[in-house]
């Protein structure tokens, strides 16, 4: 009854690179009646994301983040997308995302005060933290620090139900009282209270802020003039919150561990800061100056990418390069398959960013490497989680290296609504004295 659905739920980045090994467009089921298909090919990807991205609608899996997200920009479809997409963009333009950069290294220099020189710290964690803050600062100039573990909890409990929703087949309505929907509520409850709070009393203040919150409030649609209610305000701030939160924590956490794992880069990486900051404070405008810690960035997010497949429902019969697909079949796309292909990759599995110079990202197709998706839906935010991940990451060489604790439970992939290392990297922090 439920086909290949057992053996995706038990490992979905093996059994993808397997199914990608029978051919471009490899066909997969689900269930009595859900045929899904991976395609692995960079040209009829570039057709799903791009040339005919208006025959696909999200899938269902994305029904179970509307419960957290609402209709945000991650959730939403057609019109609404667009309009969504219009009144968004300001905030992540370029001359905003560069102000944003000096919260991004305040906020990690205060939070790496707390580390202590031989310490064990769990890096997962203080990576969720720090990105927390950041996320929390620049799109309300707040610090939440009070906060931190109900509003990360919060979040956790809503994304860990999200998940389950996604990987059942059948889901019980909301409203029906089990304890997992109750738990789910509470903390919906809770991440709404805070927002609505933040919304209410900002309408009351009639400052300008600078603020994500504030360009969002102050948007107009260039078509008709109109702005966001406090409901739409409410769901973009909920996408950015749950977005661009765990994707950039998981970036750098990954990060960290490949760094620990790989003393030729963790050493180039220390003499590039080393050179370009010194003993000075990190600075936002250093970014365009650090190229090698830039390409630390991009091989970690090869290797493990936070967003690690990509899925879309066929909206009317359409061909796939020579592939026909029916209304209603499932299409997967995956960076983790495409980023581990040797015929773009020489030696996949090794953590190489010098391959990230001159330029090599022009000499394979743009859709051998999408850490951030493509098309009118990618990510709006993938300028602002590169600043942060290099900035964030620099202020952390600066001053420390990090390993892995001795005999660490091997490290494996969690693949949640992003991937993540599972039962999180214990890790010991180490002031550098050379």
Not at 153 to 164: C, D, F, G, L, N
Request: hydrophobic share 40%.
């Amino acid at each position: 009854m439920t086909g290949h659905l057992k053996q995706f739920q038990a490992d979905p980045l093996g059994f993808l690179k397997k199914v990608a090994g029978h051919g471009e467009v490899a066909k997969m089921r689900f269930g009595p009646f859900q045929h899904v298909y991976l395609i692995s090919d960079p040209e009829l990807i570039r057709e799903v994301l791009v040339t005919k991205q208006k025959s696909f609608v999200k899938s269902k899996d994305f029904d179970a983040l509307k419960t957290i997200v609402g209709e945000g920009l991650l959730t939403s479809e057609k019109e609404t997308h667009m309009r969504q997409r219009r009144l968004i963009q300001p905030a992540f333009k370029k001359s905003h995302i560069s102000n944003y950069g000096q919260d991004m290294i305040d906020v990690t220099t205060e939070y790496l005060s707390n580390w202590k020189d031989g310490e064990e710290r769990i890096i997962t964690q203080d990576m969720m933290d720090i990105t927390l803050e950041i996320i929390s600062k620049t799109m309300f100039s707040i610090d939440i620090k009070e906060g931190y573990s109900i509003v990360g909890e919060a979040i956790e409990t809503a994304m860990k139900m999200a998940v389950q929703r996604m990987r059942t087949i059948i889901n019980l309505p909301l409203w029906i009282p089990t304890k997992r929907n109750r738990d789910c509520k509470q903390a919906i409850d809770k991440l709404n209270s805070t927002i609505f709070q933040i919304i209410e009393s900002r309408r009351q203040d009639k400052a300008t802020h600078e603020d994500m919150l504030g360009i969002l409030m102050a948007a107009r649609d260039e078509q008709d003039g109109s702005g966001m209610t406090d409901i739409q305000v409410r769901d973009e701030l909920m996408t950015i919150f749950l977005a661009g939160h765990e994707t950039t924590a998981n970036a750098l956490s990954w990060t960290l561990y490949l760094l620990s794992q790989n003393p030729e880069a963790e050493k180039k990486l220390f003499e590039e800061i080393d050179m370009v900051i010194g003993n000075r404070t990190v600075s936002p405008g250093d970014f365009a100056h650090l190229p090698y810690t830039q390409n630390i960035i991009w091989e970690s997010m090869r290797i493990y990418p936070p967003a690690f497949v990509i899925s879309r429902k066929a909206a009317e019969d359409v061909k796939i390069g020579g592939y026909q697909l029916k209304k209603d079949d499932t299409i997967m796309v995956s960076q983790y398959v495409m980023h581990h292909k040797p015929e773009y990759f020489s030696d996949p599995e090794s953590f190489l960013p010098e391959r990230f110079e001159n330029n090599f990202i022009k000499t394979i197709p743009s859709f051998a490497y999408f850490p951030f998706g493509g098309g009118p839906r990618v990510c709006i935010g993938n300028h602002f989680a590169l600043l942060e991940a290099v900035l964030v990451l620099a202020t952390i060489a600066q001053r420390f290296r990090v390993r892995l604790i001795p005999n660490h439970h091997p490290v494996l992939l969690y693949p949640s609504i992003t991937l993540r290392p599972r039962s999180g990297l214990r890790m010991i922090v180490e002031e550098r004295t050379e």
